[in-house]
Structures are given as C-alpha cells and as structure tokens.
C-alpha cells in the first residue's frame, strides 16, 4: 500500500513539473515589435515573401507553434505579423547578430 502511495505521489509530481515547463516554455515571449521591425524580420526571413517552412522561420520566432496559428505548418506574412504584434517574432537585429 505504501508502495503504491509512493508512486502515485511520484507520478504526479512528475507530471505537474512537466506541465509547468510546457506552460513556462508556450509563455516564452519578448516585447511585441512594431511595424518597421516586423517588417525588417519578415524580409529577412522570406526575401521573396513566400510562406516559410518550419525551417526556415524558426531562427526568427520564439514559439513557432503559436505562430503558426493555423497548424498547418507554414507562416504566411499575416501569421508572422502577429506574431510580431503578440511579442513572438525577435528583432531583426538580434537574428542578425546570431548568424554572424
């Protein structure tokens, strides 16, 4: 009987620690940017202006996940532009610093 109390405590502590990371990680944002910005990380993302792939947005969101709002693992323009206003999309200028 202890044996099983032990486990169940176990398992749901476990559980609720895995739980708090997700939310933890889903809540990761920064500062929304404004529209010169968002523009300057769309253009730098998708020169061409094409949807982006998983791929390719990720090195400029901070949760693709919320970004790609429809699931249907492409980011249109509209989805990343919200994502620039909700605070999910980083600075051109940090991107940039991370490539060189």
């Known amino acids: ?14 559980t609720g620690f895995l739980l708090a ?14 529209d010169a ?6 253009t730098m ?11 390719q947005v990720v090195p400029y969101v901070l949760n693709y996940t919320t970004v790609d709002t429809d699931g249907d693992g492409k980011v249109t323009a509209d989805e990343f532009k919200s994502g620039c206003g909700a605070g999910y999309v980083k600075d051109s200028s940090t991107v940039k610093d991370m490539k060189k």
């Open 1 to 14: 009987m202890r044996l099983a109390t032990l486990t169940r405590v176990t398992v749901l502590l476990g």
């Open 21 to 34: 990371a997700a939310a933890q990680a889903a809540d990761e944002k920064g500062a929304p940017l404004d």
């Open 37 to 42: 910005k968002c523009q300057a990380a769309w």
């Open 45 to 55: 993302a998708s020169p061409n202006g094409d949807t982006l792939s998983k791929d």
